[in-house]
Structures are given as structure tokens and as C-alpha cells.
């Protein structure tokens, strides 16, 4: 059983993650590092864009509190 295991994951290594692979080994690292790294660079992007998007709603929202369209003077 384990030796299923290790040849499907072998064979996902060399072609499914053939990228990484040759990226490491042009760079001379561990292709697990540079899987690690595009995984961690995903999620921090992901965190950033999620960020960006409540900052842009709180000004918008802010942005509306203070320019609203009045009618009269008297509607202060």
C-alpha cells in the first residue's frame, strides 16, 4: 500500500509539479521549499486582496456619510 503511495506521488512530482521542479533545481533548492513558498505567497496575496477590499468599503461608506446629496440649506 505504501508503495502505491510513493509511485502516484512520484509520479505527480515529475509531471504534475514538473514547474517547481525545474524552477528548485535552475535555483538549486528543494522543490518542496519552492511549492511551500508559491503556497504561502498565495495565501498573503489572498490576505492583501481581502484588505484592500475593506479598506475601499470603509471609504466608500465614509465617502457617503459625508457627501450625501442635500436638498436645502436646512437639511443640516
Known sequence: MLKIIYDIRHFFEKH????????????GMRAKNVRLFFIYVSFATLGVGFALYLTFAFWLKLKDFVYTKRTSVFDL
Open 16 to 27: 504534475g509539479f514538473y514547474v517547481s521542479s525545474r524552477l528548485a533545481d535552475r535555483l
